[in-house]
Structures are given as structure tokens and as C-alpha cells.
């Protein structure tokens, strides 16, 4: 068993008991092969839950500084982070998840980027860039409830059908367009019930 399937099974009866957790649709998410698993972010909580509903281990990019820390630095890199320098050029991270998608490894991207509350903030195309390079199919994620964790509102992960680009033809950058905007009304549209 490895540490991030013990790390779930420690953290799953806490989120279940303080935030009555509820995930929905992980028969979406593919069982093997590269696979990009894209969710709104708008908490801390939401890497944790995601990690913890997802059917498979999810690897995320995580900025460097983190890998720096005494403590959080070896423990997040043993459960699947990968460092990228955020101030540096974006492309040896591509290259690291692109890198991760040909080993057949899932990997939990935020197309904003960073926290965003209540509103949709900056869209990045890098996660249709690293779908269309990586080969993967993008399962859309949406996570409720994680902004007010604080205040033990329910959390829902709810998971949505895989997306995929053409694999016929390299994607221009109208795909890459068209194909981030379809993601971000999948995620937009995901509903966990009530």
C-alpha cells in the first residue's frame, strides 16, 4: 500500500464525519491510462477532496517553494506533487505532467490556476495544451462546499464524462480555445445532488 493510499484511507472518516463528504460519479473516471482530471478551485480543501473521491491517485503540481519546507516538502512529494517554478517559464512543468501522462498517470489540474471564490477568474488552455500533448482524456470535476470548510458546509465532489480533443490531427489554437471553453462548462455545469 502506498502513502497516498493510506494518507486517503486516514483522511476519508474525518472529511466524512466534519463535512458529511459525498462524491458522485467516479465511474467516470477511467481506470488506466494517462488521464487529466479538471475541477473548479475555490479552497485549501480542494486538492484533499478530490484526492479522496477520485477512484484513482491523482499527482498535482504544486509551486516549488512548498518542496522547501522541512516537513510538508517530502511528505507532498511522496504523495504524487511535483514541483513547478511559477516564476520561471511554465514549460518544465509541461514537460513533467506531459511526462507523467506517457507513464498512464492521472494528474488533478485547476484550469484558473489558483483559488478563485466566487467568480470564474483568469482560464489557463494549458490543461487542453497538456490533453492534447499528453494524449489524455479530461474528466471535468466540480467541488462544492470546500469555501466554507470552515464552517463544516457539506462537501460534494461530483464528476462528469471524459472530454477528449481529436486524436487526428494536431490541435491549433482555436482547439485548444474551443476545447478549454467546453471544459469550463462542464465543470460549470456539474451538479452533485441534494
Not at 10 to 15: K, S
Not at 154 to 159: D, E, N, S
Request: proline share 9%; with cysteine.
Amino acid at each position: 500500500m502506498t502513502l497516498y493510499e493510506i494518507a486517503q484511507k486516514i483522511v476519508l472518516p474525518p472529511i466524512l464525519c466534519l463535512w458529511r463528504f459525498k462524491a458522485e460519479g467516479a465511474e467516470q473516471v477511467p481506470s488506466s491510462g494517462p488521464l487529466i482530471v479538471a475541477c473548479n478551485h475555490a479552497s485549501y480543501m480542494d486538492p484533499v477532496a478530490l484526492g479522496v473521491a477520485c477512484p484513482r491517485p491523482l499527482a498535482y503540481m504544486a509551486k516549488i517553494e512548498l518542496f522547501s519546507l522541512p516537513i510538508l516538502g517530502p511528505l507532498i512529494r511522496r504523495l504524487n506533487a511535483y514541483p513547478v517554478d511559477r516564476s520561471a517559464s511554465p514549460i518544465a512543468g509541461m514537460k513533467r505532467s506531459i511526462e507523467m501522462l506517457r507513464q498512464g498517470k492521472a494528474i488533478g489540474i485547476f484550469p484558473q490556476g489558483t483559488r478563485v471564490r466566487n467568480g470564474e477568474g483568469n482560464i489557463y488552455e494549458g490543461v487542453a495544451l497538456l490533453a492534447s500533448l499528453g494524449k489524455a482524456p479530461v474528466v471535468p470535476a466540480r467541488i462544492t462546499g470546500s469555501d466554507e470548510a470552515l464552517r463544516l458546509r457539506q462537501i460534494k465532489v461530483a464528476f462528469g464524462p471524459p472530454l477528449r480533443l481529436s486524436p487526428d490531427r494536431k490541435a491549433s489554437r482555436e482547439d485548444l480555445a474551443n476545447f478549454t471553453a467546453e471544459i469550463m462548462r462542464a465543470i460549470r455545469e456539474l451538479a452533485p445532488s441534494k
